[in-house]
């Protein structure tokens, strides 16, 4: 089963290049994690970075592939006193902070496996995307949260041809037990219609939205606590 390493990190402002570099050029995390247990351990997938006006500056969050949890306890060990310690201490003092959580897909997310063989582990030149993560805290049984996002939010998006609508769930998340605060589950959803992003941020949504038996009005009886995060893949980001 493959496991996500989901890292945020408090990057300071004059060594950002730098950082980036460091997950980037020969060397960095993305070429580390592709000669890992014999090339078939772990893949980064995503960097991005959190949108300059949108949240905190300076912040990334990189996504990680792992083949299993065997594989996680080898890659703790080895940043804790192995191969990977130099690097470690190194990225260490070009950020603030790191905070980790390691994040299972829920039973319906549309990502579940990764092929870490079909990965690219060099740097891919593309546009950049941009992607909203929303993270929950419910106040119903966690289950019963992920499964109205699978049964009634998951469903709305998906009605919509690809590309047409605001938004495109490409994972879905929930922290592995003992690794993270619970409940909480995450959305991973691209962006793809950058007029209806504008118009989200600028308008009321309208009270028909928010009626009873709308997703909005459903949605309240689940949580009322969450977080969005605008984040901006980079121009080398393996996926994107």
Same mark, same amino acid.
């Given at each position: %089963?493959?496991?996500?390493?989901?890292?945020?990190?408090?990057?300071?402002? $004059?060594?950002?290049?730098?950082?980036?570099?460091?997950?980037?050029?020969?060397?960095?995390? %993305?070429?580390? %994690?592709?000669?890992?247990?014999?090339?078939?351990?772990?893949?980064?997938?995503?960097? =991005?970075?959190?949108?300059?006006? #949108?949240? *905190? #500056?300076?912040?990334?969050? @990189?996504?990680?592939?792992?083949?299993?949890? $065997? @594989?996680?306890?080898?890659?703790?060990? #080895?940043?804790?006193?192995?191969?990977?310690? =130099?690097?470690? &201490?190194?990225?260490?003092?070009?950020?603030?902070?790191?905070?980790?959580?390691?994040?299972?897909?829920?039973?319906?997310?549309?990502?579940?496996?990764?092929?870490?063989?079909?990965? *690219?582990?060099? *740097?891919?030149?593309?546009?950049?995307?941009?992607? %909203?993560?929303?993270?929950?805290? *419910?106040? $119903?049984?966690?289950?019963?949260?992920?499964?109205?996002?699978?049964?009634?939010?998951?469903?709305?998006? =998906?009605?919509?041809?690809?590309?047409?609508?605001?938004?495109?769930?490409?994972?879905?998340?929930?922290?592995?037990?003992?690794?993270?605060?619970?409940? &909480? $589950?995450?959305?991973?959803?691209?962006?793809?219609?950058?007029?209806?992003?504008? &118009?989200?941020?600028?308008?009321? @949504?309208?009270?028909?939205?928010?009626?009873?038996?709308?997703?909005? =009005?459903?949605?309240? @009886?689940?949580?009322?606590?969450?977080?969005?995060?605008?984040?901006?893949?980079? #121009?080398?980001?393996?996926?994107?």
């Amino acid at each position: %089963m493959t496991l996500f390493l989901h890292e945020v990190h408090e990057v300071r402002g $004059a060594g950002e290049d730098d950082f980036e570099a460091a997950y980037r050029d020969p060397g960095g995390w %993305m070429e580390l %994690m592709a000669g890992l247990e014999g090339g078939n351990g772990a893949r980064l997938l995503w960097y =991005a970075n959190h949108a300059h006006g #949108s949240g *905190p #500056s300076y912040h990334v969050v @990189t996504i990680t592939a792992l083949a299993d949890g $065997a @594989t996680w306890e080898r890659l703790a060990r #080895s940043v804790q006193r192995g191969d990977l310690a =130099a690097w470690a &201490e190194r990225v260490d003092r070009l950020r603030h902070d790191v905070t980790a959580k390691l994040l299972l897909p829920v039973h319906w997310s549309p990502l579940q496996e990764v092929d870490l063989g079909a990965v *690219p582990v060099t *740097p891919q030149d593309h546009a950049l995307s941009l992607f %909203m993560e929303d993270t929950g805290w *419910p106040d $119903a049984p966690l289950d019963d949260y992920i499964d109205f996002w699978g049964d009634v939010y998951y469903p709305l998006l =998906a009605r919509q041809p690809v590309g047409t609508g605001l938004l495109e769930i490409q994972a879905c998340f929930q922290p592995a037990h003992g690794t993270h605060r619970r409940p &909480e $589950a995450i959305l991973f959803q691209k962006i793809h219609r950058y007029d209806r992003l504008l &118009e989200l941020l600028t308008t009321e @949504t309208p009270p028909e939205r928010r009626a009873a038996g709308t997703y909005m =009005a459903e949605a309240l @009886t689940f949580r009322d606590q969450w977080e969005s995060r605008l984040l901006r893949t980079s #121009s080398w980001s393996p996926w994107f």
